[in-house]
């Protein structure tokens, strides 16, 4: 038996079980619109998520930044005398600049390299024998500083910016208490 005969650059009509492979105009068009309204539910929390991570950036900084001048606060020698009052030691207060990094920038760095500003402070009365914080039951503990740090990412700033109301948002406040390792008058 032979072949039928096809007719030169015509190819046989397929039949109901010889379908070819590809995909319709329709398919196509389902496809790329679930796509599109997938992306752009992505794009729509990408906003969120980088806030998230600058607000997780922001804090992790700070809290080195904390760890860092309670670190040089406890090793600068402040001592308490036998009248439970504070005697000074070498530890200076005040503005700090540090890098995106957190770490403490020397003077005549470029202000392009600030990216934080810390104001430090050293509360001498907070933590007296009749104040705050009660620790064990006791009137209040002579030996702890209260230190607080107010960290801003707002590049190289004054004094000033710190305590205007305008700029609460931008500021972070973090506290702690440091002990001094020479109890001196007990």
Avoid: K
């Avoid at 900084?61 to 904390?66: D, E, P, S």
């Avoid at 600068?76 to 503005?95: C, I, K, M, N």
């Amino acid at each position: 038996m032979t072949p039928p005969r096809r007719s030169a650059g015509r190819e046989p009509d397929p039949g109901p079980g010889d379908r070819r492979g590809g995909f319709t105009l329709a398919e196509v068009t389902i496809t790329v619109g679930i796509v599109a309204t997938v992306l752009m539910a992505l794009f729509a929390l990408l906003p969120m998520s980088l806030d998230q991570v600058r607000t997780a950036s922001g804090l992790s900084t700070g809290g080195r930044i904390l760890q860092q001048v309670g670190a040089e606060l406890q090793m600068s020698g402040w001592t308490v005398d036998a009248d439970y009052r504070r005697v000074t030691g070498s530890f200076e207060s005040g503005l700090r600049f540090y890098d995106g990094e957190g770490q403490l920038l020397v003077s005549g760095s470029p202000a392009e390299a600030v990216v934080y500003t810390a104001l430090v402070a050293v509360d001498e009365e907070g933590c007296g024998v009749d104040t705050e914080p009660h620790i064990n039951g006791s009137v209040g503990n002579p030996f702890l500083l209260r230190l607080t740090v107010d960290v801003t990412d707002a590049g190289q700033v004054d004094e000033g910016f710190f305590g205007n109301p305008d700029n609460e948002r931008r500021i972070r406040r973090f506290s702690t208490r440091v002990v001094t390792l020479e109890q001196v008058g007990s």
